[in-house]
């Protein structure tokens, strides 16, 4: 069945036509710059997250204050990491909190990544 849509194209030549369309780092529409610059964040962004998420994100520590202004900051109390965030959860028991925070904080930003980079890579007919 060969249908005209309003501008007198026919709409079995555009259904073909998306057959063949390449993944978007390879679209001749797409920029250059574009392209690959898409490509290299997403690489970028992977190893930083991994260095987020296993350094220190905060720490809680005390400073005195005297009053005639001096100041001193004694060690750090308590040190937060994802790592030991989940870590510390898991063992007071609280194996839920652990694992949605494991999978939600640690896991999802990898594997939203992952999927980025998988549409970027595949044509539009695979996807």
Same mark, same amino acid.
């Given at each position: 069945?060969?249908?005209t849509?309003e501008d007198?194209?026919?709409?079995?030549?555009?259904a073909?036509?998306?057959?063949?369309e390449?993944?978007? =780092?390879?679209?001749p529409?797409?920029?250059?710059?574009w392209?690959?610059?898409?490509?290299?964040l997403i690489?970028?962004? *992977?190893?930083?997250?991994?260095?987020?998420?296993?350094?220190?994100?905060?720490s809680?520590?005390?400073?005195?204050?005297?009053? %005639?202004?001096?100041?001193?900051?004694l060690?750090?109390?308590?040190?937060?990491?994802?790592?030991?965030?989940?870590?510390?959860?898991?063992?007071? $028991?609280s194996?839920?909190?652990?694992?949605?925070?494991?999978?939600f904080?640690?896991?999802?930003?990898?594997?939203? =990544?992952?999927? *980025?980079? $998988?549409?970027?890579?595949?044509?539009? %007919?695979?996807?």
């Open positions: 069945i060969n249908n849509d007198g194209e026919s709409t079995a030549l555009l073909t036509a998306h057959k063949h390449p993944a978007l =780092l390879f679209h529409r797409i920029h250059v710059a392209r690959f610059g898409i490509l290299f690489f970028l962004n *992977m190893p930083l997250f991994l260095y987020s998420n296993t350094n220190i994100g905060g809680v520590f005390i400073q005195l204050t005297s009053s %005639t202004g001096q100041s001193t900051r060690p750090d109390i308590f040190q937060f990491s994802l790592t030991n965030s989940v870590q510390d959860m898991w063992d007071a $028991g194996v839920f909190i652990a694992v949605l925070v494991a999978v904080s640690g896991g999802w930003p990898y594997g939203k =990544l992952l999927l *980025m980079l $998988g549409c970027w890579l595949t044509p539009p %007919t695979t996807l």
